[in-house]
């Protein structure tokens, strides 16, 4: 997350430590050096605003426009009723045959648009499954398609208190502006 993270006080991109697990504020690379966060919750958190937000918005399909089902179960219908005349004897064979043969080929036509309707996995799909096998550089891609960048703010508390993600502002590519809150779960991912 290092360039993605940024300082609240002076905007400034924070830099990921290895050593002591901290992304920081680094006055080295012309910040103020007032904020840190926890690499592991930082990346925890803002992996789980990515993945949510790629999961919410861009992989919602439009409602069909057909009620596939109902056309195929009226063209049944229609088909049974022909076949019922005919073995009543209000049609001959040769007048049967014709319109059953056609609504035949109506319910197969309907049957295959149904098939084509359906959702599939679409590449934002695949690449939320596919996550967890990339390397590095493929997840702070996929990032960055989803999150222009997360403003970090001040620790809430002092003290041994429990992590609170309210501390990420997160801006999304498409415009919005997120704050995220305790009651949201990444483990949810």
Known sequence: ????LKCRYCLSPMKGNPSNQM???????????????????????????ALDWARSSRTTLPAPKRDYKAEEASLRAERA????????????LAEAQGPIRELDAKIKAVAKEAVKSKPRMNAVTKRLLD?????????RAFISEQITDVVVGPALSRGNQPFNPARFEVHYTDGSIVTLSRDLDPEDM
Do not use: P
């Open 81 to 92: 009723k022909w076949q019922e005349g005919y073995r009543a004897g209000l049609y001959t």
């Open 23 to 49: 992304y920081r504020c680094s006055t080295t690379y012309g910040g103020c050096g007032r904020l840190s966060v926890r690499i592991a919750q930082a990346d925890r958190w803002i992996v789980w605003a």
């Open 1 to 4: 997350m290092s360039g993605i």
């Open 131 to 139: 996550y967890q096998k990339m390397n590095l550089a493929q997840k």
